[in-house]
């Protein structure tokens, strides 16, 4: 919240006003000054809006509600209040169904710091609760509350604490496979995870426990379903080693799968690296080559070292990939941090051959660099079809962040100069980019608590924010982009701007789709994502795909380039929703009856669907249909090779089918 200092303030009466001891008997006040007797009403306060999550015994209530819309301070940051301490919530909604907007702590300046303000936009004639309470002490104080003329911010955020438990809060992922993004809380031997609630808002905490985790957290994690059951497994990046943590029994069991080599663990990720469609690991080695993990097929991974950065001193920080040369392939960049004279300091990219095997392309594509960097922000800034680089600097030693736009031919101009990044002096550990205000420009959230604001042009502008850096995702579902500190959700403040979420579910490649590259056209031209486990340095983010539209409404297509190289299009889709898209769902042939050894018949159909094979010994495990929003709506085992459809509405859906070896397979058929 912004901070502000009030020794006088002109035209404001001053009121002895007794609030009422409930929510319910909240006193009606106005704009100006009010002196509050002492906090003796017995309502506890169990919501809180602000950063301390202590619970209190007492509280004094009051309403207001404006006559316009305001920007509106309410604070106890006053002269007359010197040596005081304390707490306020404000609340929207009824008095039995709190909503939290805002609180404040300790935000003050006079005297000892810890009286309290908030600076928040109200609307006209909503009736917002104001209650004060008894956290650090109940006696009296005096508090304003100003109006100003409204001032719209470029970006703004409002807290709401949440009970985590576990010792790591850094993972922001959908857990359960309802799409929505949970939250995700590790400890030696449970996971706490607070699942999205689909119709209401908030979450619901679920614990589970783990067999012995050997490896915790302590500088990454990343998460992805690398055993394909649907639900995303978790990769715990420790300082001595690598666990995962792979689900079973339908994401309610979490097992520890702990590897015994040594690696100092930074940054990790999943990802396809040989795209035979199973997610592979990767794990950068802070004093080693690095590590990857080859997944078999069946959910086994097997250790390897080096190939993917072998510098002997390591050095070996920030790992993000990235499809930079636009071949349908992820490529690989590490931010590398190393002080002294060594060559460990000088930052990698490798670009993937498309065959398993990498080249270290570094000084020819001009990304050879020494400053010392824990993580790159990777993005499309200027929404002209490829992949640029904010190469974010930790430490002044080798040089400030530098700005690299990609100039399509493999290889990338320093625009450092002019961007707005030539200024900016605030360095840290994370850097990541995302569209924070849905303008349609892709911005950076990086050091100092700032967001550098996308101007649409390759600069940009800084925006201070009260968050730091900490795992993304939408945690309330409302097209804007959350972040979670600690046992705080900072809720992205919804502006006028459009947006679209694209949710994929991959067949022939990988459950998430990483490495899926999403693109959306309209009127602005063309928007670009490349779908990561794994960015930034320590956290793990939403893998979701969000665009923001800006004033824009009509998006005319999206296509989506799966690691297979199923192309989906999808026209005209509504801005404003959450669209699911299995692979091969909206290819552009109508119908595909093969499904691996298997064909499908009739199509259209009325009442069955059947199945030939090529192959008597291979047998059908199991068959899923979608309906075209990406939703199950049928589960069979084909007994006798054949499903029916006659309890489906008319209409297209997509059909998987899974073999007894687990391969599964995608096709499309029509029910008339």
Not at 185 to 190: A, C, E, F, I
Not at 193 to 201: E, V
Request: aromatic share 10%.
């Amino acid at each position: 919240m912004k901070k502000i200092t009030l020794s006088i303030i002109l035209g404001i009466t001053s009121w002895m006003t007794n609030a009422q001891n409930t929510c319910a008997a909240a006193l009606p006040i106005s704009a100006g000054s009010h002196v509050v007797n002492a906090v003796d009403g017995p309502t506890p306060i169990t919501i809180l809006c602000g950063p301390n999550t202590t619970n209190a015994t007492l509280s004094e209530w009051y309403s207001y509600t404006p006559t316009n819309n305001y920007t509106v301070t309410i604070t106890t940051d006053l002269a007359i209040n010197s040596g005081k301490d304390t707490r306020f919530n404000v609340y929207t909604g009824g008095c039995a169904a709190l909503s939290c907007v805002a609180g404040d702590d300790d935000s003050g300046v006079i005297g000892n710091g810890y009286l309290s303000t908030a600076t928040l936009n109200m609307s006209s004639g909503t009736t917002y609760y104001i209650a004060f309470d008894n956290r650090w002490n109940a006696s009296g104080f005096t508090f304003d509350i100003i109006e100003q003329p409204l001032v719209v911010p470029v970006i703004s955020f409002s807290p709401q604490t949440v009970s985590l438990s576990g010792t790591y809060n850094n993972c922001v992922v959908d857990m359960n496979g309802d799409n929505l993004d949970d939250i995700v809380s590790v400890s030696t031997s449970q996971l706490q995870i607070l699942y999205k609630n689909t119709s209401t808002a908030g979450f619901t905490s679920t614990v589970i426990p783990t067999t012995s985790v050997t490896n915790l957290p302590t500088w990454s994690i990343a998460a992805g379903d690398y055993n394909k059951d649907g639900y995303n497994d978790l990769l715990l990046g420790g300082g001595n080693g690598a666990t995962f943590l792979q689900t079973a029994n339908s994401g309610t069991i979490y097992n520890s799968v702990n590897y015994a080599q040594y690696i100092f663990c930074q940054r990790s990720n999943f990802t396809d690296i040989n795209k035979d469609g199973n997610l592979d690991a990767f794990v950068c080695h802070d004093v080693d080559p690095n590590v990857y993990f080859m997944n078999n097929g069946s959910g086994i991974l097997t250790y390897n070292q080096g190939g993917l950065g072998d510098h002997t001193e390591g050095g070996n920080y920030g790992s993000i990939w990235v499809d930079y040369d636009n071949d349908g392939d992820s490529d690989l960049f590490i931010a590398k941090c190393r002080g002294g004279s060594t060559t460990a300091n000088i930052n990698e990219l490798h670009r993937n051959n498309g065959n398993g095997t990498f080249t270290n392309v570094s000084v020819a594509a001009n990304m050879a660099d020494p400053i010392q960097t824990w993580s790159s922000a990777w993005g499309d800034f200027d929404n002209d079809g490829d992949m640029d680089a904010l190469v974010g600097a930790s430490s002044s030693a080798n040089g400030m962040h530098k700005l690299m736009r990609n100039n399509g031919n493999g290889t990338f101009s320093d625009v450092t100069a002019g961007s707005g990044y030539d200024t900016f002096s605030s360095m840290g550990i994370e850097h990541v980019a995302h569209d924070f205000n849905n303008d349609g420009f892709v911005d950076v959230f990086g050091a100092g608590n700032t967001i550098m604001i996308n101007n649409g042009n390759m600069t940009f502008s800084p925006y201070a924010v009260t968050p730091s850096n900490g795992p993304i995702g939408d945690l309330n579902n409302d097209g804007f982009l959350d972040i979670q500190n600690g046992s705080t959700i900072y809720y992205n403040n919804p502006n006028a701007n459009h947006w679209i979420k694209i949710n994929l579910r991959g067949i022939q490649s990988n459950s998430n789709g990483i490495g899926a590259r999403v693109e959306i056209y309209g009127a602005w031209g063309r928007q670009i994502r490349d779908v990561r486990s794994g960015d930034g340095f320590r956290y793990m983010s939403t893998l979701n795909t969000h665009f923001g539209i800006g004033t824009e409404t009509q998006i005319t297509q999206v296509i989506i380039r799966w690691p297979s190289g199923v192309v989906d299009t999808i026209l005209n889709p509504t801005s404003n929703q959450v669209l699911t898209v299995i692979e091969g769902s909206n290819t552009l042939e109508m119908t595909d009856n093969s499904l691996g050894n298997f064909t499908m018949y009739p199509n259209p159909t009325r009442e069955y669907i059947r199945f030939n094979t090529s192959n008597s010994d291979e047998k059908i495990k199991s068959v899923s249909i979608y309906d075209i929003s990406g939703k199950v709506v049928k589960k069979d085992t084909a007994s006798g090779n054949a499903v029916s459809v006659q309890d489906l509405q008319n209409g297209t859906y997509m059909i998987v089918l899974e073999n007894e070896y687990g391969k599964k397979f995608s096709g499309k058929f029509i029910k008339n």
